[in-house]
């Protein structure tokens, strides 16, 4: 394993995919961001904190706002947000009534939040989380199902089935 819980080159294909496209992202922010801001934009898009110095850690821990750098539940729902808002209106133009063979009913609501599910765990497997990403992953996940399925949305739950999922992948 890698430094930062990656499988690196000798991990399966599927890993592999991520972690190229995780270094190619890097690489592209090495060219694009400007020397000052660089380090702090790979921390607060795809949580690489080595890049940081010393003294801007040390700066943001005696600041408070340290959990700024890292990749949490506040990155995976701005990507649910932001996946959802760029695909509800798409899909607004979608004829749902084509399709009456159906068992349920399609709404441009339900179809988008069953399709946000792809960006945020695509997002969450790119960034290669820890616990807090995996917690925030899966309460996503719970609560787009539900709303998918028209069921009671309940946070609460979605946190314990997190927890427990948690729990027994350990």
């Known amino acids: 394993k890698e430094e930062d819980g990656s ?13 190229h496209l995780r270094a190619n992202m890097l690489s592209f922010l ?14 607060m898009v795809l949580g690489e904190r080595r890049a940081m110095s010393p003294e801007a850690t040390e700066t943001f ?18 990507v649910a947000l932001a996946a959802y808002g760029l695909l509800r209106p798409l899909i607004s133009f979608i004829r749902f009534d084509l399709f009456p063979h159906l068992p349920w009913t399609l709404r441009p609501s ?10 945020v765990l695509f997002f969450a497997l790119l960034v290669t ?14 609560y ?3 709303r998918t399925l028209d069921r009671e949305r309940e946070l609460f739950y979605a946190l314990i089935l997190a927890a427990l999922t948690i729990l027994l992948v350990q």
């Open 144 to 146: 787009l199902v539900a």
């Open 129 to 142: 989380g820890g616990y807090s990403v995996a917690r925030a992953t899966l309460m996503v996940a719970v």
């Open 30 to 43: 090495d060219w694009a961001a400007e020397d000052p801001d660089r380090a702090f934009v790979k921390a």
């Open 7 to 19: 499988q690196g080159e000798e991990g399966s294909s599927f890993w592999a995919f991520f972690y």
């Open 61 to 78: 821990n005696r600041s408070g706002i340290a959990h700024l750098l890292a990749i949490s539940g506040a990155n995976i729902g701005m």
């Open 110 to 119: 339900r179809v988008a939040s069953l399709l946000t599910l792809g960006p």
